[in-house]
């Protein structure tokens, strides 16, 4: 297994590696690469201690071989309500079961990512941290669970992390001889201002959803990007919602506040530095004590967070300040119960080999009404009403390196992406025309109703008459009486769905994923079961090991 590692290890060309040097394992747990890239972080970090870092993915290596690992990082993120992420899952599975090894020669740190509105904060960090210990390691260090805003608390803990995985190790000269690839200087901390060339809507003007196309010039900016990649927007806020929320807390507006040490107007801080949207959790809490609210604080206290959801379905933070008028902040208090304004991530719906100076996005708006007001989704509302030629759209992009269309350009393609689940099967696409690959496509695609929500309908008709897309099954659920779903062609289509698989087809899944993604995976399971004529075991070792060889991924929001 040593010998294996070895030839897989990451970054560790062009060192000069005594036979002395310490190894450190860093798996990552990543399902937008959050955790990958601080891996990689990590691991420059580790050669600079003169460690020998050995990046991998979580699923990228068996249980067994943890047992033979003296230092190990581990940085993953949580998926939904506290689960793994996808590449974790496997490992996870076998590490938490009856069967798994003891881990007595291990020293361990772990990391975890996650986002605090979630109840089940950083659990799957939680869980590694609890397990590791439970089966006999030794936790080097403490467990940092880092919130939406992970930069500054992961730098932390790396910085303190690795000069004890260094410790006592022999340290050697490491030369990197290996050259970098040239990177563009705009990323998460510093965005490139792109400007918006195409803002077109999609979907019919009486439609249900308000689907959009658009397109922002990367022109300039030394950036580039791969189909499968997310590309982050960095919003502000509605104007007119700030004026409310102003207004609402009985200020003017041009109260100047500190935020990150700068003086700026309580209006423009809103605008532009908070989450003034969903309500934090903060924010509940203290108007919860504060009012005395018999209602909420039996909510709060009950701990049931559906019924908590429930309640707070629909309702922002206006809504919540409206609610309780009797309840007063200053302009500086109530600052301090927001959380920063996050980006948000969207999948590309562009080819760079086809449009290399702009990229593509399809994003549906958020628009809805409740509780005698009309809302507005924060960022697809940014860019379907505020951007204009005069405002700049600060962008940056997330790799996804498992989400990709496959190198060997013969083997097929079957991609599920019902709605804005499309995005990435566009480029997709649109990558394997400008590569002239020869491999099968097969799209299962659908929404409401074909005659309003049938997006990019000449271009994927285009794409079939000219032989690109192999196979196209469409599902659009409101069309009839009874409801029928991409799961249900893709149940239809088993027979031929299973033989793809079999030829080395790799599955791709975009879209929802709480309650399209999960059926898909059940179908898919069923497919396998009923035309591989396989026991239930069996079919989920056969999905496992597609998992495993990457032909099963998702892209799920
Ligand atoms: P519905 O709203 O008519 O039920 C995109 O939103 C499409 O996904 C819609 O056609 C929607 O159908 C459909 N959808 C809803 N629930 C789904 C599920 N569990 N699996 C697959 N598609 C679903």
């Known amino acids: 297994f040593f010998a294996g590692m070895h030839s897989h290890m990451l970054h560790s060309a062009g060192s000069v590696n005594s036979a002395n040097a310490r190894n450190l394992h860093i798996l990552f747990g990543s399902q937008t690469g959050n955790s990958e890239s601080l891996?990689?972080?990590?691991?420059?970090?580790?050669?600079?201690h003169g460690l020998v870092p050995i990046v991998k993915g979580m699923d990228e290596i068996e249980i067994g071989q943890l047992a033979n690992i003296e230092y190990l990082l581990i940085i993953t993120s949580t998926y939904g309500e506290g689960a793994m992420p996808d590449n974790a899952e496997m490992l996870w599975e076998a590490a938490s079961g009856d069967s798994a090894p003891r881990l007595e020669k291990l020293n361990y740190a772990v990391l975890a990512l996650g986002d605090t509105s979630y109840d089940l904060f950083c659990q799957a960090g939680k869980d590694w941290d609890e397990r590791l210990q439970a089966l006999g390691a030794?936790?080097?260090?403490?467990?940092?669970?880092?919130?939406?805003?992970?930069?500054?608390?992961?730098?932390?803990?790396?910085?303190?992390?690795?000069?004890?995985?260094?410790?006592?190790?022999?340290?050697?000269a490491v030369v990197d001889t290996e050259a970098q690839p040239s990177k563009s200087q705009y990323n998460r901390k510093n965005p490139f201002p792109?400007?918006?060339?195409?803002?077109?809507?999609?979907?019919?003007?009486?439609?249900?959803?308000?689907?959009?196309?658009?397109?922002?010039?990367?022109?300039?900016?030394?950036?580039?990007?791969?189909?499968?990649?997310?590309?982050?927007?960095?919003p502000t806020n509605c104007p007119l919602l700030v004026a409310d929320l102003v207004k609402a807390l009985g200020c003017s507006g041009a109260e100047e506040e500190p935020v990150n040490s700068e003086l700026m107007t309580l209006s423009e801080a809103l605008r532009t530095h908070f989450e003034i949207k969903t309500p934090s959790k903060e924010l509940i809490?203290?108007?919860?004590?504060?009012?005395?609210?018999?209602?909420?604080?039996?909510?709060?206290?009950?701990?049931?967070?559906?019924?908590?959801?429930?309640?707070?379905?629909?309702?922002?933070?206006l809504d919540l300040l409206m609610q309780f008028p009797g309840v007063e902040f200053s302009?500086?208090?109530?600052?301090?119960?927001?959380?920063?304004?996050?980006?948000?991530?969207?999948?590309i719906?562009?080819?760079?080999?086809?449009?290399?100076?702009?990229?593509?996005?399809?994003?549906?708006?958020?628009?809805?009404?409740?509780?005698?007001?009309h809302h507005k989704g924060v960022c697809s509302t940014y860019l379907a009403d505020l951007v204009d030629e005069t405002t700049d759209v600060r962008i940056f992009f997330?790799?996804?390196?498992?989400?990709?269309?496959?190198?060997?350009?013969?083997?097929?393609?079957?991609?599920?992406?019902?709605?804005?689940?499309?995005a990435p099967f566009r480029a997709f696409l649109q990558e394997r025309q400008a590569r002239k690959a020869s491999g099968k496509n097969w799209l299962f695609f659908g929404d409401r109703n074909a005659a309003t929500d049938f997006i990019y309908r000449n271009e994927i008709e285009a794409m079939q008459s000219n032989g690109l897309l192999t196979k196209l099954d469409l599902a659009f659920s409101r069309d009839q009486a009874e409801k029928i779903y991409v799961q249900d062609r893709m149940k239809e289509h088993g027979a031929e769905l299973f033989a793809w698989l079999e030829q080395g087809g790799y599955f791709f899944v975009c879209g929802d994923a709480y309650r399209m993604a999960k059926d898909v995976d059940q179908a898919l399971h069923d497919v396998i079961r009923e035309h591989g004529k396989m026991t239930l075991v069996e079919a989920v070792e056969y999905v496992n090991q597609l998992k495993k060889d990457k032909r099963y991924v998702r892209d799920v929001y």
């Not at 730098?155 to 340290?171: H, N």
């Not at 003007?205 to 927007?233: F, P, Q, W």
């Not at 302009?331 to 999948?347: C, D, G, I, T, W």
């Open 349 to 373: 719906s562009s080819s760079s080999k086809q449009h290399p100076d702009a990229v593509h996005l399809t994003v549906a708006s958020v628009r809805y009404d409740a509780h005698g007001r």
């Open 398 to 422: 997330t790799p996804n390196n498992n989400f990709r269309v496959p190198s060997d350009d013969n083997l097929p393609m079957i991609m599920v992406g019902p709605g804005t689940g499309i």
């Open 331 to 347: 302009a500086a208090e109530f600052l301090r119960l927001l959380k920063p304004l996050q980006h948000r991530a969207y999948s």
């Open 194 to 234: 792109a400007k918006l060339l195409v803002n077109r809507l999609l979907t019919a003007g009486d439609s249900s959803k308000e689907t959009r196309h658009y397109e922002i010039s990367i022109a300039g900016s030394g950036l580039n990007y791969e189909a499968g990649d997310a590309m982050c927007v960095v």
């Open 285 to 317: 809490e203290e108007i919860a004590k504060r009012s005395g609210d018999q209602e909420l604080n039996a909510l709060l206290q009950a701990g049931d967070k559906d019924k908590l959801a429930d309640y707070l379905w629909g309702r922002d933070t």
């Open 138 to 172: 030794n936790r080097l260090f403490e467990r940092v669970d880092c919130d939406v805003d992970f930069e500054a608390p992961a730098e932390q803990w790396l910085s303190e992390v690795i000069p004890l995985m260094a410790d006592g190790a022999e340290t050697v």
């Open 39 to 48: 891996a990689h972080d990590a691991a420059a970090r580790a050669k600079s």
